[in-house]
């Protein structure tokens, strides 16, 4: 490209004597700085007229010279060659008219209907059908090609392509930075090669590298998929690698799925992608989005993941699913020929939060398609004023209306309900078992059924039948095989228990304060997610809820039993002791 800067020097080296002629209508580009007065030729400036046909000087060109027929000229290597040849001497300014054509020593091309160039401003033009061939395979286009030599750059305005074989490049301007070979567009930019499209409004092409810089609204768009594709205001895109540098506003599309940041970099061959800072990966198909402060994508897996504070939301139509841990992941599994399954996890102190359900648990795999739960290692869920434990807890979403509609409590198995939830004393309902299954009405849990070793703890009431006011009548302690226990409203009441069965019913007053409650009691108030917000911590860290003991006919009780007691003693006889 330098050479084709050089054509136009041969000037100097004309000779041939001649009057004062008419200066010469310039583009406006060519604007003689000195007002038209003659500039020196520099004499050591040279170039080799290799062949003209003819010589001419007559008033065709108001009686500059001009070379005719078959003319071509060398300057150092470089070789033009054109119809006509026209020189304006004292101007220091030539135009090459008809089949220009510069062939440089490095291999490149140049061809156009006409050139001009002022040796004063070492600025020239290209005219009409102007095609650049460089030395590495890249064609440019264009109507009208300017150029400056001093500062080695030139550019277009009226419309042009660049294509290296690989890409080509439309743009309405370019300036084409010949030392750095880079290339800066604007207006509306579009980079098309065999799968890609990039569209922009001011972008920078570097020939070296083939790296593109995006200063303004881009969008790169994958062909075989157009939904899949990249949006962002500033970064750069490698056209080799096909690897996506994203800064400002930027958005990637893939599966169906949108990937944001603050920073977001996408390699469209391996279909991997990272965002740091503000990541959010949404999934409008599962009406779910993860965000934290670092996530991955891999699009061919359909997998994602994210960390530093990362959260899911489940989004339902009357109720969401709130998700936290350290790692959550996502990803769809193809399981028979035409079904895949989006699963979702949590690693290490995960967290849930729906309207009507809570939990915690260090790991939690979701099947969101069959809308089965797995709930790993210590978890506890919690229901109203109910809690929920064991060695392993599966959720069983209903797919149709999004509610839960039972859990399975495998090993240890533990069921704790308040009482009463209206008063603040220390009263609760207890189940116990190896296996549990909890069934839900209404979005509340209605039943429990316990099998293996099952155990409970109830208050029983009885309705007044002058006051109608229920009354505590005592609490029974139930042991069997199997239990089936009902709720109703805050009561929990047994309705059966076979194999083995055994159940005391122990008044208020004869029952000790140890045996209400089993040795595995773990009613936790401290680390219950009582609002969605308590899931982006590892525990809320509430108050723990003090509740007063009610042992006062108990206590009773027992005064009345030591104090008849000690009646009992006193009424024995003393033994004395012989001297």
């Known amino acids: 490209m330098r050479k084709f800067l050089f054509l136009f020097l041969f000037f100097t080296i004309i000779s041939f004597a001649q009057e004062t002629k008419n200066p010469v209508q310039r583009d406006p580009y060519l604007q003689n700085t000195n007002n038209g007065i003659p500039q020196k030729s520099n004499v050591n400036n040279t170039v080799r007229i290799i062949n003209a046909d003819e010589m001419k000087k007559d008033t065709k060109y108001d009686g500059n010279e001009y070379l005719v027929g078959n003319v071509q000229i060398e300057h150092q290597g470089s070789i033009l060659s054109a119809d006509e040849v026209v020189i304006y001497r004292e101007e220091n300014f030539v135009k090459a008219i008809g089949n220009t054509r510069l062939s440089n020593s490095d291999g490149s091309v140049i061809t156009a209907a006409e050139m001009e160039y002022d040796g004063v401003t070492q600025k020239g033009v290209a005219r009409k059908n102007v095609v650049l061939n460089d030395s590495k395979g890249t064609i440019i286009k264009t109507e009208t090609m300017y150029y400056d030599r001093v500062s080695n750059k030139a550019f277009y305005n009226t419309g042009g392509t660049i294509d290296d074989g690989k890409s080509v490049t439309y743009s309405k301007t370019g300036t084409y930075l010949l030392t750095s070979r880079t290339i800066d567009l604007s207006g509306t930019v579009k980079i098309d090669d065999k799968d890609y499209t990039l569209v922009g409004e001011n972008v920078v092409q570097n020939q070296n590298t083939n790296v593109v810089d995006i200063n303004g609204y881009t969008t790169i768009t994958n062909k075989k998929n157009p939904k899949n594709r990249i949006i962002t205001e500033m970064g750069t895109y490698n056209m080799n690698s096909k690897e996506a540098f994203l800064t ?30 503000n990541v959010t990966i949404d999934d409008p198909l599962e009406k779910r989005y993860m965000k934290g402060g670092y996530g991955e994508i891999f699009e061919k897996k359909d997998s994602a993941m994210m960390t530093k504070s990362p959260y899911a939301v489940k989004i339902l139509e009357k109720d969401s699913i709130y998700f936290a841990a350290e790692k959550i992941l996502s990803y769809q599994k193809q399981e028979l020929q035409s079904i895949k399954k989006t699963f979702l996890r949590a690693y290490k102190k995960a967290r849930i939060y729906k309207s009507n359900a809570q939990a915690r648990a260090d790991s939690i795999a979701f099947n969101e398609t069959d809308g089965v739960m797995h709930m790993y290692t210590a978890p506890i869920l919690w229901s109203g004023e109910k809690q929920v434990t064991g060695d392993k807890v599966e959720v069983y979403i209903n797919t149709e209306t999004k509610n839960i509609d039972s859990l399975k409590v495998l090993g240890n198995a533990f069921a704790i309900s308040k009482a009463d939830s ?158």
Do not use: H
């Open 248 to 277: 400002k506003n930027s958005r990637i599309y893939y599966n169906d799925k949108i990937l944001t940041g603050d920073n977001l970099y996408f390699n469209q061959i391996t279909g991997f992608g990272t965002g740091t800072g």
């Open 422 to 579: 209206l008063t603040n004393k220390d009263e609760f309902n207890q189940v116990k078992g190896k296996l549990m299954s909890v069934y839900y009405e209404d979005k509340q849990i209605k039943e429990i059924k316990v099998i293996g070793n099952a155990q409970a703890i109830t208050y029983v009431d009885e309705q007044n039948e002058k006051t109608k006011e229920n009354v505590r009548t005592g609490i029974a302690l139930t042991s069997c095989g199997i239990i089936g226990a009902l709720f109703e409203e805050q009561r929990l009441n047994v309705i059966s228990c076979s194999i083995g069965a055994a159940s005391t019913l122990y008044p208020m007053s004869k029952i000790a304060p140890e045996q209400k409650k089993f040795p595995e009691f773990n009613w936790n108030t401290k680390d219950r997610i009582r609002k969605w917000q308590d899931i982006m911590v590892d525990t809320p860290d509430y108050p723990e809820i003090e509740y007063e003991a009610d042992d006062e006919l108990y206590n009773n009780a027992q005064d009345v039993i030591n104090k008849a007691r000690e009646k009992e003693e006193a009424k024995k006889p003393k033994r004395v002791k012989k001297q």
